[in-house]
């Protein structure tokens, strides 16, 4: 048998109940029959995700071996599924019934899932997206840094240029994904539109704020100043209430948003990324 680790854009893993315990509360990882384990068999592998349960426009990108519980070795599948924005027609999985998001830094390590711990999940998911990345914490977050193709990418070429040096996030976005905040040390993915990691960033200061008074962060960054922080702070206030209506939410001036300065530690060349292209 094989597991299957399904992720959307922002990396919450589809947990799927198991058929054959219906009044069972807890949720378990859909298991498929593996083909023999030759490269021709990709194709047959993600046919059967897709027929695993719901219908699933997904995509693999790796796979890993791991150790069950019992010590017997389990082939780990992770597909990407990109999941619905506005401006994309694709399966909208929160509408199915018997599936549960939950976000992947909120795994614990001791934490059993079917046969499969915590831990191995963890390590297998590092392995696939950040392979060579030593330096590797429970906790990794993920920007929330826009809302459609151009605004994630717009804000992911100013992060990478070095034209900005801070970025803010609704904290009503990590209370609807029962996310922790981020802390002082901790690592954050920097994904592109498609869902896969372009950079690692290490948070190196945090503050709560209400949305209102961003402008005198950005005040105080150099690099903003030549954008000009009326724009900036139209963008953001643009995004987040674009967010808020998508989640039936109001926003307003005085939300509480996280201010996180970060610096990079990690430029991932996505030509070195193809088997994780999705296509």
Known sequence: MA?????????????????????????????V??????????????????????PLKSSLIGKKLIFDIFR?????YLFLCPGKESSEILFDLTKYKNIQWNPINCIEEEECF??????????????ILLPEFDDRKNRFHIVKNGFGKKDI???????????????????????LYRQPLPK????????????????????????LEPFEKIDGYIKDSENQKRDGINKTVEQYRKYFQKWSKK???QFS?????????????????????DYLDLT
């Open 153 to 175: 990418d717009e804000h992911n070429q100013m992060i990478l240029q070095g034209s900005s040096e801070f970025f803010v996030e609704l904290v009503e976005q990590y209370n």
């Open 253 to 273: 001036d005085s939300k509480s948003v996280l201010i996180s300065q970060f610096k990079i530690i990690r430029k991932l060349n996505e030509k070195k990324m």
């Open 247 to 249: 989640y039936n939410k």
């Open 184 to 207: 002082i040390g901790d690592h954050t993915f920097l994904n592109n539109w498609k869902g896969l990691p372009v950079a690692v960033l290490e948070i190196t200061g945090v503050a």
């Open 33 to 54: 029959e593996d083909p023999v384990n030759k490269p021709s068999n990709r194709l047959n592998v993600e046919l059967l995700s897709k027929q695993a349960f719901i």
């Open 114 to 127: 079917s046969t499969l711990t915590g831990r191995s999940i963890i390590e297998a998911y590092y392995d």
């Open 72 to 76: 017997n070795e389990q082939q780990l």
């Open 3 to 31: 597991f299957l680790l399904i992720l959307d854009r922002e990396h919450k893993v589809l947990w799927v109940k198991s058929k054959n315990r219906i009044s069972d509360d807890g949720w378990m990882l859909p298991e």
